[in-house]
């Protein structure tokens, strides 16, 4: 069967973004929409607002009737809408997001995780192979490396067991799609392996939202910043860094929504080298030259600024954004927390021809934007 991505301009493109509502999702559908691609966005809001797409459209100009943006109320778990939404729209390619993402409930959670990201990432594989599309980019994490060997992490650096139900879906996930493609070689796949997405659309109305006592580093550091929090928890300064505290790769969520365009393009084979380049040790797997020139087989990339930030290094950035000082203070180390991993960026920039633009300070202020013009994010909007 022929690619269904071969010879498409964008605007003849359609791209089914399961969690587009979300954080990265919504970034990303926007990225897409002003490339001229039509969208199709699957999720069943259940940590996101259906205002995001009044402030997707407010971005792109795109009128609220606009059919070049879609939107299906569903869970991937729901396969008669699934069957419903491959049979109305003609989905050339899937962005695959959906998924919960927390991980600490993870841990209490473990049942519905699994169900939720794995099982119903099989119902959508399977749905979407019955219609003949075989085109994935999946929304994996730099949490499949586990505690790393040595920084910066190669793809090629081993996976090591994830300390948690959330990170072992997206390493199960991983690996079912890798055997998808082994199985039928008409599949293209692309892992994207994210560090930590933080920051906003530069126009402020999109950000991260998340429910409750934020989880990770930057939205607590914001909503401390706003006045909804007291003061950032440091989790530990006795670690082998250069301050002590963990270090990460922050990438701006705007990069990384483009670094998906990027895999779109080259998996319809438009940029990186000829024969899908793999690097020695990589689990990509380079596919038989498809006859239409689209790619088959498995990528997998990094998608990071290849910079580490401590803890304190990000709080600072926020203060110089906010411009206000951030109380903090030194608590014990978290579970399950290593001390530093940050990316190599070589096969991203390489073979994607898509890098890092923006750096922590551009993250903050972008971060700050959205934070202080939404305090309560998409609620009361
Ligand atoms: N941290 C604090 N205080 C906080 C929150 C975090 O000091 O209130 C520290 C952490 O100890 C860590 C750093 O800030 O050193 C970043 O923590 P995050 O929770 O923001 O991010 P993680 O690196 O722990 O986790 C992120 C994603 C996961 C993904 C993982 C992959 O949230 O989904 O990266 O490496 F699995």
Redo the contacts with the bound molecule.
């Keep these: 069967m022929a690619n269904r991505l071969l010879g498409k301009q964008a605007q003849d493109t359609t791209v089914l973004v399961t969690g587009g509502a979300g954080f990265i999702g919504s970034h990303t559908v926007v990225e897409l929409l002003q490339r001229g691609y039509n969208v199709v966005v699957l999720d069943d809001l259940s940590n996101a607002n259906p205002v995001v797409f009044d402030r997707i459209r407010q971005i792109t100009g795109l009128a609220a009737d606009d059919p070049q943006l879609a939107f299906v109320e569903a869970s991937i778990l729901d396969r008669a809408a699934l069957e419903r939404t491959f049979s109305t729209f003609p989905i050339d390619v899937i962005i695959h997001f959906a998924g919960f993402?927390a991980?600490g409930e993870s841990v209490e959670k473990p049942l519905e995780y699994y169900w939720n990201n794995v099982a119903g990432t099989l119902v959508l594989l399977d749905v979407a192979r019955q219609h003949g599309v075989k085109n994935i980019v999946f929304s994996s994490?730099?949490?499949v490396y586990g505690e790393p060997d040595s920084v910066p992490l190669t793809e090629a650096a081993p996976k090591h067991n994830a300390t948690n139900p959330?990170?072992q879906t997206k390493s199960m996930l991983e690996q079912i799609l890798t055997d998808t493609y082994i199985g039928d070689d008409e599949w293209n796949v692309v892992l994207l392996r994210y560090?930590?997405p933080i920051g906003a659309h530069d126009s402020g109305l999109i950000g991260e939202d998340p429910k409750g006592i934020p989880?990770?580093?930057?939205p607590?550091v914001a909503q401390v910043a706003v006045g909804k929090l007291e003061r950032?928890?440091?989790?530990?300064d006795d670690y082998p860094t250069p301050d002590g505290?963990?270090v990460?790769d922050y990438v701006h969520v705007v990069d990384l929504a483009r670094g998906h365009v990027a895999a779109l393009g080259w998996m319809a084979g438009a940029s990186g080298t000829p024969d899908g380049g793999v690097v020695a040790g990589d689990a990509s797997i380079s596919g038989p030259a498809a006859a239409d020139g689209t790619r088959r087989g498995v990528g997998i990339f990094n998608l990071g600024t290849g910079n580490g930030s401590s803890?304190i290094d990000v709080i600072h950035a926020f203060e110089r954004a906010c411009g206000q000082s951030i109380p903090y203070e030194v608590k014990p180390r978290?579970a399950g927390?290593i001390a530093e991993?940050y990316a190599a960026v070589d096969k991203a920039r390489e073979q994607l021809g898509w890098q890092a633009a923006y750096d922590l300070d551009r993250m903050c202020e972008d971060g700050w934007r959205w934070q202080s013009n939404n305090p309560n994010g998409f609620e009361g909007a």
């Design positions: 993402k991980v994490s730099a949490t959330y990170g560090f930590n989880n990770n580093l930057l607590y950032v928890g440091v989790f530990g505290t963990g990460r803890v978290r927390d991993n």
